[in-house]
């Protein structure tokens, strides 16, 4: 009877630590969108593609120049194998866009339309690119996180649609981000779903939204798509040109300057005797009055009118 009871009460603490690992809807998309998390779920898979097209747009509203759009849509391509190799691709459509390809202890990093330049990588550069990369849901959900409901739709599914009452607005952390506290949401909706192990699988958001920045009433709307898959195949080192080392520009002025900048002591006027060190002034010096007045020489001694000098 004893082994029983304790039977029971194994079992139904158990079950109450796992109820207690659940986590609201909302927390789980919070803690799998983050960049970090988001990377760590792509090495789990031992091989994984993530694809996201974001669009950003944003116009003036009610001032003289309302109605012109600033807007730009970000396609990212992410292949990481089970080594760890990454091929991060970019592109946009005002002509922008990077590659960054990372093997072993190299990394080659070419702009849009340029050729790669192969070196070192050195830590922490890649888990800052990788972040990068995936920064795009993260950055959307951040936006309208605060008018967000998140609703169970199926298994490890959820629909996103306004809530009725925003959450309260986050303390800021830095100036530039100072204008997400005044986002009020219009439309939103959306989907999500998460893997086994809560890792991002899916996730399309678009909203509509007004905001104040600068203390300028502007209106915008964002939208992403994004999603993981499962790939095998390894990343390779594409083609690409080594960067030159280059001299240390205090070397190259060194053996340029060399010898000037105090290098070689200044001449100095050698002192003469009787002058303290200082050099006379041609015709100045005290008088035989003791005034100061400029000192001329008396003239030549001539002869008397009449007179002839005595050779």
């Known amino acids: 009877m004893i082994t029983t009871l304790l039977l029971v009460a194994a079992w139904t603490s158990c079950g109450r630590g796992k109820r207690e690992e659940v986590q609201p809807p909302d927390q789980e998309l919070d803690a799998a969108l983050r960049p ?8 789990r898979l031992s091989g994984a593609h993530f694809h996201a097209t974001a669009t950003f747009r944003v116009n003036a509203a009610g001032g003289p120049d309302a109605g012109a759009k600033d807007a730009i849509t970000t396609t990212t391509d992410l292949w990481i194998d089970k080594q760890g190799n990454f091929r991060l691709a970019e592109s946009n459509d005002q002509d922008g866009g990077r590659e960054v390809v990372r093997v072993a202890g190299d990394l080659a990093v070419a702009l849009r339309f340029g050729k790669f330049i192969r070196r070192p990588a050195q830590d922490p550069e ?17 936006t309208v996180r605060r ?28 100036p530039l981000r100072k204008w997400r ?14 893997d086994a192990s809560g890792g991002l699988q899916a996730l399309s958001l678009a909203s509509h939204f007004r ?17 993981v898959d499962a790939v095998l ?12 080392a280059r001299q240390r520009t205090i070397l190259e002025e060194r053996a340029l300057l060399g010898g000037l900048g105090g290098r070689t002591p200044a001449l100095q006027p050698s002192p003469k005797k009787g002058t303290g060190g200082r050099r006379p002034i041609e015709g ?5 009055d003791g005034s100061k007045q400029p000192h001329r020489p008396s003239p030549a001694k001539q002869p008397a009118a009449g007179k002839q000098e005595t050779p």
């Open 36 to 43: 970090a998390a988001l990377v760590s779920a792509l090495r």
């Open 126 to 142: 890649p888990q800052r690119f990788l972040e990068e990369g995936v920064g795009a849901p993260s950055a959307t959900w951040d």
């Open 147 to 174: 008018f967000v409901k998140v609703v169970p739709a199926g298994s490890r599914a959820f629909r996103l649609s306004q809530a009725a009452e925003p959450l309260p607005a986050p303390a800021t952390a830095t």
């Open 181 to 194: 506290e005044t986002v009020e949401v219009q439309t939103l909706v959306g989907d999500a779903r998460l």
């Open 211 to 227: 905001a104040v920045r600068d203390g300028t009433p502007i209106e915008g709307e964002i939208a992403v798509a994004a999603s």
């Open 233 to 244: 195949a390894p990343v390779t080192m594409p083609a690409a040109e080594t960067l030159p």
């Open 284 to 288: 100045v010096g005290s008088g035989q």
